[in-house]
Antibody, heavy 122, light 111 residues
Framework: QITLKESGPTLVKPTQTLTLTCTFS??????????VGWIRQPPGKALEWLAL???????RYSPSLKSRLTITKDTSKNQVVLTMTNMDPVDTATYYC??????????????WGQGTLVTVSS | QSVLTQPPSVSGAPGQRVTISCTGS?????????VHWYQQLPGTAPKLLIY???NRPSGVPDRFSGSKSGTSASLAITGLQAEDEADYYC???????????FGGGTQLTVL
């Protein structure tokens, strides 16, 4: 049974750095083909893909946010960490981590965490 | 403005059939990238509904089906039930943007 759970601050100030941790179980990030991604959703708005890390440490970032994002993994702890620098009120959103399944020409997310709402405000 | 265009809302009576469209372009769906669909019930995380255009994960009722043609894809729901009331999102990959892209979401109302 695959589960994921996000943790981190619920409130950050503008210009601060956000650090979110995804703790998962039911799979290993050392298994070939496995990945974990981060997706966010501003209140009342659509989903937006942020970043992805694969078992072989291959990392992918949304080009529009690449300069602000860093994704890392700790295989021994079954955790993936996402950091986002220079937070702004427009970054207020629910942040989800999800198990990523590779598909021949893309990928999709078959298991999702419950999400964590992050508010950016002074 | 989402790269993949979905109707903001659709509705149908219990038992009816509804379809939700997802229109892309030559750099995503039209380029051959497959489409995946998610259901998001109110206040919950998205759930994978369809992957690879038309495949259902284990546990998803066969009332849900997906298809793709040209630069568009569709999600069909037959035998509409009250529990189907949710937001639905399509997802693909865009080679120009070099990232996974989602549609703007469609709110399904069961009348």
């Amino acid at each position: 049974q695959i589960t994921l759970k996000e943790s981190g601050p619920t409130l950050v100030k503008p210009t601060q750095t956000l650090t979110l941790t995804c703790t998962f179980s039911g799979f290993s990030l050392s298994t070939s083909g496995v990945g974990v991604g981060w997706i966010r959703q501003p209140p009342g708005k659509a989903l937006e893909w942020l970043a992805l890390i694969y078992w072989d440490d291959d990392k992918r970032y949304s080009p529009s946010l690449k300069s602000r994002l860093t994704i890392t993994k700790d295989t021994s702890k079954n955790q993936v960490v996402l950091t986002m620098t220079n937070m702004d009120p427009v970054d207020t959103a629910t942040y989800y981590c999800a198990h990523c399944q590779r598909w021949p020409n893309s990928y999709y997310f078959d298991y999702w965490g419950q999400g964590t709402l992050v508010t950016v405000s002074s | 403005q989402s790269v993949l265009t979905q109707p903001p809302s659709v509705s149908g009576a219990p038992g009816q059939r509804v379809t939700i469209s997802c229109t892309g372009s030559s750099s995503n769906i039209g380029a051959g990238y497959d489409v995946h669909w998610y259901q998001q019930l109110p206040g919950t995380a998205p759930k994978l509904l369809i992957y690879g255009n038309s495949n259902r994960p284990s546990g998803v009722p066969d009332r849900f089906s997906g298809s793709k043609s040209g630069t568009s894809a569709s999600l069909a729901i037959t035998g509409l039930q009250a529990e189907d009331e949710a937001d639905y999102y399509c997802q693909s990959y865009d080679s120009s943007l070099r990232k996974a892209v989602f549609g703007g979401g469609t709110q399904l109302t069961v009348l």
